[in-house]
């Protein structure tokens, strides 16, 4: 069974580079079927997309947050990243990566709480 | 401000029947088939409970039902339950590789 698991520091300073790594297991982040995406909720408002990568590599962005993201893969960890840059406190929010086909989250990470304060 | 517009709050009696609905535009909703929704409890993970309008995955029951007219979408979930006390959001294909999702809705089972 595909588990994913969030993982990174809770607390960074204004300005500075948000960075988070999602741990899968249970199965391959190469799997040809699947993409790895980042969604966001920030306290008291609605689910946000951040962006989806492909096992090729391929990166698909937010456009409201296209300029500050990363999204990166690691097959020899199976692992993937996101990197969020000049964050601001409007960046504070409950951080999770999940296994999609693209268009819906199937399987998603139990989630992790990045607050951006100095 | 979401992309897609859900009420802020829908509630129901155990046993009764709630639609939740999540209007978008041409552009995504009306255009795509690709509407899913998921339910959040607090402190956790959210939980895929539709995805392409109207397909449930495996283990999720057939309580929940989804539609779409339009540029609208509809979440049903008949014979309320205690456990379906949640957050709910829809999600939608909006064309050049962009998801958008809906602002939530609080479910209250009274």
């Known amino acids: 069974q595909l588990q994913l698991q969030e993982s990174g520091p809770g607390l960074v300073k204004p300005s500075e580079t948000l960075s988070l790594t999602c741990t899968v297991s249970?199965?391959?982040?190469?799997?040809?079927?699947?993409?790895w995406g980042w969604i966001r909720r920030p306290a008291g408002k609605g689910l946000e997309w951040i962006g989806t990568?492909?096992?090729?590599?391929?990166?698909y962005y937010s456009p409201s947050l296209k300029s500050r993201v990363t999204i990166s893969l690691d097959t020899s960890k199976n692992q993937f990243s996101l990197r969020l840059s000049s964050v601001t406190a409007t960046d504070t929010a409950a951080y999770y990566c999940?296994?999609?086909?693209?268009?819906?989250?199937?399987?998603w990470g139990k989630g992790t709480t990045v607050t951006v304060s100095s | 401000q979401s992309a897609l517009t859900q009420p802020p709050s829908a509630s129901g009696s155990p046993g009764q029947s709630v639609t939740i609905s999540c209007t978008g535009t041409?552009?995504?909703?009306?255009?795509?088939?690709?509407v899913s929704w998921y339910r959040q409890h607090p402190g956790k993970a959210p939980k895929l409970m539709i995805y392409?309008?109207?397909k449930r995955p495996s283990g999720v029951p057939d309580r929940f039902s989804g539609s779409k007219s339009g540029n609208t979408a509809s979440l049903t979930v008949s014979g309320l339950q205690a456990e379906d006390e949640a957050d709910y959001y829809c999600?939608?294909?909006?064309?050049?590789?962009?998801?958008?999702f809906g602002g939530g809705t609080k479910m209250t089972v009274l």
């Open positions: 041409s552009s995504d909703v009306g255009t795509y088939n690709s």
């Open positions: 999600s939608s294909y909006a064309g050049n590789n962009n998801l958008v």
């Open positions: 249970g199965g391959s982040i190469s799997n040809t079927d699947c993409y």
């Open positions: 990568i492909y096992y090729s590599g391929s990166t």
């Open positions: 999940a296994g999609t086909n693209f268009y819906y989250m199937d399987v």
């Open positions: 392409e309008v109207t």
